[in-house]
């Protein structure tokens, strides 16, 4: 059983920066694949980003985060990162780290799928 732990998460003021982590454990084939999920109050859960066990990465909202989001892993230390820059107001919510399996990088997308998650971390960006 994959289990997901975060940390990271704070308050910061709008242009700032912070980084989260998420390391995990239980089985390596059963979180080749994974992401960071947010979920902003009163909203549904939204993606935030995707990387692959062979280090590929995909981001659904790029236009919108315009490579402020940096996703990276150590494979050593079983841990994925995400690096937030230029943070903004509406950046703020619940991150979630979450893992599956995924044959392929490119079916490493989507949320049903994603068996496991981190308990979250909260992210608060003031203007």
């Known amino acids: 059983r994959v289990q997901l732990v975060e940390s990271g998460g704070g308050s910061v003021q709008a242009g700032g920066s912070l980084g989260l982590s998420c390391t995990a454990s239980?089985?390596?084939?059963?979180?080749?694949?994974m992401a960071w999920f947010r979920q902003a109050p009163g909203k549904g859960r939204e993606a935030v980003a995707y990387?692959?066990?062979?280090?590929?990465?995909?981001?659904p909202n790029l236009a919108s985060e315009k490579g402020r989001f940096t996703i990276s892993q150590d494979n050593a230390k079983n841990t994925v990162y995400l690096q937030m820059n230029s943070l903004k107001p509406e950046d703020t919510g619940m991150y979630y780290c979450?893992?599956?399996?995924?044959?392929?990088?490119?079916?490493?997308?989507?949320?049903?799928?994603?068996?496991?998650w981190g308990q979250g971390t909260q992210v608060t960006v003031s203007s």
């Open positions: 990387i692959y066990e062979d280090g590929s990465t995909y981001y």
């Open positions: 239980g089985s390596a084939y059963d979180r080749n694949c």
């Open positions: 979450a893992a599956r399996h995924s044959l392929y990088s490119i079916y490493c997308r989507g949320q049903t799928d994603f068996r496991a």
